[in-house]
Structures are given as C-alpha cells and as structure tokens.
C-alpha cells in the first residue's frame, strides 16, 4: 500500500494518540516475549552519581545475588551538555565506571550493540525522549531515571512509543522506597504530607528537576486520583496540596534552605505513619533487576503520567497566583503536544 507523505503523518498521529489514551489507563500492559534476556547492562549519562552508584552495587566482587548476575559492561557518557552542574560530573564518574571495567563508547547506537538492557541516567530530561526511542527501537528494555523527561508532552510521548514498540519501561525515585512505605496498607491512608528538596533548575519544570522526590513519595502513599492542586510559592519553599478525587488531601512540601532532607507523615485509619530516613538506592536497583528480568514494570504509566501532571499544574498554579488548577487540563493539553511529536 502506498500512502502519501500527508496520509503516513495522520496514520503517525492517530497511532500516537491511540497509544496515549491507552496509557492513561491501567489496562493490560505488553510484555516482551524475550525468554532469553541478556544480563550486560548499558548506561546513558554519567552526569549523576546514580550511575556510580548502580554501577558499584552490579559490577561488586560479591554483588546481591538479588541483582541476578547483571554487570554494567558499557557507558555513553552523555548526558547533559549545557547545565553545569551536571557536566562537570562526566570526567569523574566516567574515570570511576572505568575502573569497574566498563567500556566507554562514544554513541548511543555503539552502545545498543553490545548490551542487553539499559540504564537511561541522563539527568537531563530533554534528551530522554530521543534517547529512549533509539533504545526502544533497538528492542531493549530500559529504565529512565528521574525526571522521565522535561515536559509532561514528552512523558505522554514516551509512554505512547513505549507502547507501539511493546516494550514496558518504567520510571521511579528511589524515594518510592523510603523507610516506612513498606508497611503501608494503601486503603487505609486517609492523607499524606511530604517533603523533600526542590532545588530549582532553569532548563526543567520547577519540581521535574528535584521536587519530584518528595512528590513520587506522596504518591506511592496516596496512589493516583488526584484531581486538582494549589500552590503557595516563596523564595525557599513550595507547598503543594492536592484534593482526590474521593475527598482526602495529599501535600508536598519542598524546600531550597536548610539542610536537605527527606520524609513525611502519612495519616491511616489505625494511626500515622512516620516516614524516613532515605534508605538508598538498593531497594529500587532490585525492582528494576526484577523488572528486566521479567519486563514487569511496578509503577503503571498512568500513576508515573499523573506524578508528572501534578507538578505541571502546581506550575500552572504558580503562574496563576496560586489559584486552583485541575489535572484533566494540563493532560489534555500535554497529550495534543505529545501527538505533534
């Protein structure tokens, strides 16, 4: 069948925005059909310190039998090239990988070849969106760390490709797995109220860059619902409260004074919950070890979908003066931004 250039877009389109629906969802996700999935592990961006850290627990002597004989074998150290903070990390971390006997390659593509799975660790959201679509093209399983990507268009975006290539990813926080959370029975939180830096970055939305920590910690507690949120905005904090849809009240607070720290306090039918101390980054390594095993992702694209969503309404907030927004708004419009792409 031959289809004009104009034809081949709407059926582009059409595709995109099926797959968006769908992962606003929490209908049955695909899963690979890989039986035979490799344990060489590959990682984009050496600019954060999560991909020392991923590298060391994998690549040790004696590595957790819970890591399944993963090793990081190859790097692409790119990564963020304009914001500081982050480029000025690369030649340090890429001298610390090598020493753990992993190659450094020179393009996404050279590293696609000689890996099984990857580790997306750019700390630079924009890129993730290009990134992974190599990824995904080449038929690899890939985790995005934080932020999943620098708008909430190109996070609908990702999830619609990840979908047409039916290759589950995933996206996450090591906060997810604070000290607490593990004991929480979901149906019985009634609130929650969290905390965490959010520490603001020019090239991200506010809290895309930092603040997502304590928000992802809000909503392993809370689950998804929330239906509209208000923001209070100074110099050094943030509060953000979020109403569900069934009634109950969910905040975050995030701060850029003081010591940096994480936590907060869930309130349950039975008592309060105190969450923390940060507890590492073990316990996210082995869901994600567990998840490329098995291609069974544990947080659905519609909860990650959402996180994202509330930080661009409490954005939206802000530059409304602090007046209510509502979630469905910045989606739909998010998800008319993602089908262009």
Known sequence: MNLSIQDRRLFLRKTIVGSV?????????????????????????????????????????EASSEYGGYKVVAAYPYGSKDIESSTKRIPGYTDEVKKLNVTIVDSIGELLKKVDVVLLETNDGRLHLDQVTQVLKAGKRVFIDKPIAASLADVVAIFALSKTYAIPIFSASSLRY?????????????????????????????????????????YTVMGTGCRQVIRIHSEDTDIVVGTWADGRIGTFRG???????????????????TLGPYGGYEPLLKEIITYFETGKTPVTPAETIEIFAFMEAADESKRRGGTAVNLDEVIEKAKKKASVK
Not at 35 to 47: A, E, F, P, Y
């Open 21 to 61: 629906a769908l992962c606003l969802t929490d209908s049955v996700w695909p899963i690979g059909v890989k039986s035979d999935q490799g344990k060489r592990v590959g990682i984009i961006g050496l600019d954060t310190s999560h991909s020392v850290a991923f590298t060391k627990a994998l690549n040790a002597a």
């Open 255 to 273: 701060t850029r004074a003081g010591k940096h720290d994480y936590g907060g306090t869930v309130f349950t039918k039975t008592g309060n919950v």
């Open 178 to 218: 604070i000290k607490g959370i593990e004991g929480i029975d979901k149906s019985q939180v009634l609130g929650a109220d969290t905390f965490s830096p959010a520490v603001l970055e020019k090239t991200h939305p506010d809290f895309f860059w930092y603040g997502i920590h304590g928000v992802e910690t809000l």
